[in-house]
């Protein structure tokens, strides 16, 4: 009797495992119906919307990094966000001239309030209060600034081609013929298999992409199909590190997610942290192929 009573509530505790199972995978879905079409419009309209949008994900983004890595420093959060929106608003001027002049005051205004409460703010708190901004809010700034360049209204998709191409692809590469663990201590469930299966994937739509666009516009001096390969296999590249490297945080810490704010997909940090690498790539990519000025 004791052991049918067992498998009943094996059996109920499996039934119950698969009901959430399909229920996270509705909510994912519902959440990229939802959220997908409001991230088109932004990167097409660009321009001021596009600003105000990646300065209000970086700000979230930093308070889940926050939250995790130093939770109760107010003060220096405070910090943190004001000099985010400094960076946001003048976003040009400081990448093009002043950056360096940026986050050396910046760091400075950290380590006087290092001094001057340095009963509650230990050095380790102003650099992760920088390192939040930097990950958080700089790299992720890269869609704007991409979409802002030289044929960017054409090329800014790349990041997304690269970033969801890569994870789309090692996944169903990954369940195909997936055998060797890519590192399981991070992430059981991604194989090399499906590693290499992602970044085939990227690269083959990032050049596919450039084949199509290649028919409607010409960039002058620029191979486009090099222009669009290259981003296409660094991204996917950087892609995979920036989700391993979130999943390495997270595991440090012992959480999840980083947030809830994107339901079956988590924070911000959750869904972006490929992009948060990827976009940079495609920015300094463009950067040395396009003239700036072209």
């Known amino acids: 009797m004791p052991l ?6 094996n059996a109920d505790l499996a039934e119950d495992k698969k009901r959430k199972g399909v229920f996270f995978v509705k909510t994912r879905i519902i959440s990229a119906v939802v959220l997908l079409p409001v991230l088109i419009c932004l990167v097409v309209w660009g321009s001021f919307p596009l600003q105000v949008a990646m300065g209000v994900l970086g700000i979230l983004a930093m308070y889940e990094y926050y939250r995790v890595f130093s939770p109760q420093q107010y ?3 405070g910090v943190g966000y004001l000099f985010t929106v400094i960076y946001v608003i003048w976003i040009h001027p400081i990448t093009e001239r002043y950056f360096p002049i940026f986050t050396s005051v910046f760091l400075v ?4 309030l290092s001094v001057i409460d340095h009963e509650k703010v ?3 708190d102003c650099f992760t209060t920088f390192f939040g901004f930097f990950y958080g809010c700089f790299l992720l700034s890269h869609v704007f600034l991409v979409r802002e360049f030289a044929y960017g209204k054409l090329l800014v998709w790349l990041i997304f081609l ?8 090692a996944y169903f590469t990954g369940m195909a ?9 991070l992430s059981p469930k991604k194989t090399v298999e499906g590693a290499v299966g992602g970044v085939i994937t990227a690269t083959v739509l990032s050049i596919v992409y450039g084949v199509i666009i290649g028919n409607y516009y010409t960039i002058e001096g620029v191979n486009l199909l090099l222009l669009c390969g290259l981003t296409g296999f660094i991204g996917s590249f950087l892609a995979q590190i920036g989700d391993l490297a979130a999943s390495a945080m997270k595991r440090s810490t012992g959480i999840k997610d980083f947030g809830k704010l994107i339901p079956g997909h988590g924070g911000v940090l959750d869904r972006f942290d490929s992009v948060i690498l990827t976009a940079p790539a495609v920015y300094y990519v463009m950067y040395c192929l396009i003239d700036f000025h072209g």
């Open 109 to 112: 205004v950290l380590l006087i």
């Open 4 to 9: 049918i009573n067992i498998a009943a509530e």
């Open 122 to 124: 230990k050095p380790m």
């Open 177 to 185: 013929c997936g055998k060797h663990k890519l590192i399981p201590t």
């Open 162 to 169: 690269a970033a969801f191409g890569c994870d789309t692809g």
């Open 75 to 77: 003060l220096l959060h």
